[in-house]
């Protein structure tokens, strides 16, 4: 399993969760891992057998699930902004166990001096670790792990430790408790975990997040929390675009603008223009001209119009495709009508429009059509489809589908753009022969072959 990632919004650095509930920041300076000493042994989270994982809020929570004597340990990893600092990692143990454990939290940097203190843990003069609660021993440099089995049995505390390496800290935690600390994933101070928002809050900030795009409901549960959790890594990739290359950059506006975050798409423009590469040009100019496409925005089309003349000129001297309409149409709105002539002119091949992942099933909009559920799936026959504010070419639009019987009730309303022509509205994956010309309506359609 793939590693699930720890972003935030607002914040620098980041993170991830493997599929153990190992955390490392995405700089890979050190890793921190998690043990459990039960009533048998301890239980090594990265070597058990019997370990699970899941996520909360559409992955805003990582919940790693490990099987212990009389129940479960439970860790919960979530990232956070911490007041203008960089982006923090609370990692949460919990005891659902019947009997009381001890907690090994282990850093894991090789060749960095490692030192613990009452607060936390400091690796290479860098704070990484801090915590509320006293741990009950510590133990830094090779022997450290070996040294936690001591611990357990009553160990004086050693807080003012120092070694390489690693370094190892432990707490006791009885049943239903739960112990917090608080790792960095980027350079500065960390904050306690008790001055940080807990998990209900994060998944709450995060949706509310979710929510400034258009909203989607499919009749399949699956589906629904993969759209949640993909959205809010987009979202999410917003914060680290300095490790995206320039392709998969333009890949993320436009499935940003794509489902309605238009302002967090413009940010990833603005990086895309300020690379000043001439590597991928159709790509660029596709993420340029889907942004205009679907917001009509001049200022950022005057802001963004020489990146856009550099892909073309990329484009030509490559002979790569590109999509000429769009740019023309971007180019007119920026006030370059001597550009888009000259556009023309240059008998370039013109790529198709870009149109895929779950929004070709939702919408097509091209030329003068825009095709409600054109990939509706077999499988939706009978449940409920319903789409708000999803950005079209033409304007916001918004439908849903209902079903009387075997036939599909559609309903729609498009909020058209003043500069843009009237669209036939259609449905051709539910009724192939229906069409209106009316921005807003209700219908119902023939019953599908």
């Avoid at 935030?8 to 300076?29: C, F, I, K, M, Y």
């Avoid at 000129?313 to 920026?334: H, I, K």
């Amino acid at each position: 399993m793939a590693a699930r990632p720890l972003d935030v919004l607002g914040a620098p650095g980041w993170g991830e969760v493997d599929a153990r509930g190992s955390v490392r920041p995405g700089s890979g300076e050190w890793t921190l891992d998690w043990w459990v000493g039960a009533s048998d042994r301890w239980h090594r989270a990265s070597q058990e057998a019997a370990v699970r994982q899941s996520e909360v809020g559409a992955g805003a929570v990582v919940e790693t699930r490990m099987k212990v004597p009389d129940g479960d340990a439970v860790q919960r990893v979530w990232a956070v902004a911490a007041g203008g600092g960089p982006a923090v990692a609370v990692v949460e143990v919990g005891n659902e166990a019947a009997t009381a454990f001890a907690v090994a939290l282990v850093v894991q940097a090789p060749g960095a001096v490692l030192s613990v203190d009452s607060s936390g843990v400091v690796v290479g003069g860098q704070p990484v670790l801090a915590w509320d609660r006293l741990p009950a021993g510590a133990a830094v440099g090779p022997g450290a792990v070996e040294a936690l089995l001591e611990v357990e049995g009553g160990a004086t505390p050693a807080l003012d430790a120092k070694g390489r390496d690693v370094a190892a800290v432990v707490w006791p935690l009885p049943h239903t408790a739960r112990l917090a600390v608080s790792a960095s994933l980027g350079r500065g101070l960390v904050p306690a975990p008790s001055d940080l928002p807990d998990a209900e809050a994060v998944v709450r900030g995060w949706q509310a997040h979710l929510d400034r795009g258009a909203r989607i409901e499919v009749p399949d549960e699956g589906l629904a929390r993969r759209i949640d959790r993909n959205r809010r890594r987009w979202l999410g990739h917003t914060g680290r675009m300095e490790t995206l290359d320039t392709a998969e950059l333009c890949e993320l506006s436009v499935r940003l603008d794509h489902h309605g975050y238009h302002d967090d798409a413009e940010l990833v423009l603005d990086e895309i223009a300020a690379r000043w590469t001439t590597e991928a040009p159709t790509e660029r100019l596709t993420a340029f001209t889907v942004h205009h496409d679907l917001t009509g925005d001049q200022e950022a089309a005057v802001r963004l119009v020489e990146a856009v003349a550099e892909a073309v000129e990329a484009a030509a001297r490559n002979g790569a495709e590109l999509p000429v309409e769009p740019v023309e149409r971007f180019l007119l709105a920026a006030g370059q009508n001597r550009a888009a002539q000259d556009l023309r002119r240059l008998n370039l091949t013109s790529s198709e429009p870009s149109n895929e992942g779950l929004r070709a099933e939702l919408v097509a909009d091209h030329g003068d059509t825009l095709d409600l559920a054109p990939g509706f799936r077999t499988a939706w026959r009978g449940g409920p489809l319903a789409v708000y504010d999803l950005p079209t070419r033409f304007g916001l639009v918004s439908y849903a589908v209902r079903w009387h019987g075997l036939r599909p009730a559609l309903l729609w309303e498009l909020d058209s753009r003043s500069d843009q022509i009237p669209a036939t509205v259609r449905a051709s994956a539910l009724d192939e022969s229906w069409s209106s010309q009316e921005p807003t309506g209700e219908t119902l359609l023939a019953a599908p072959q």
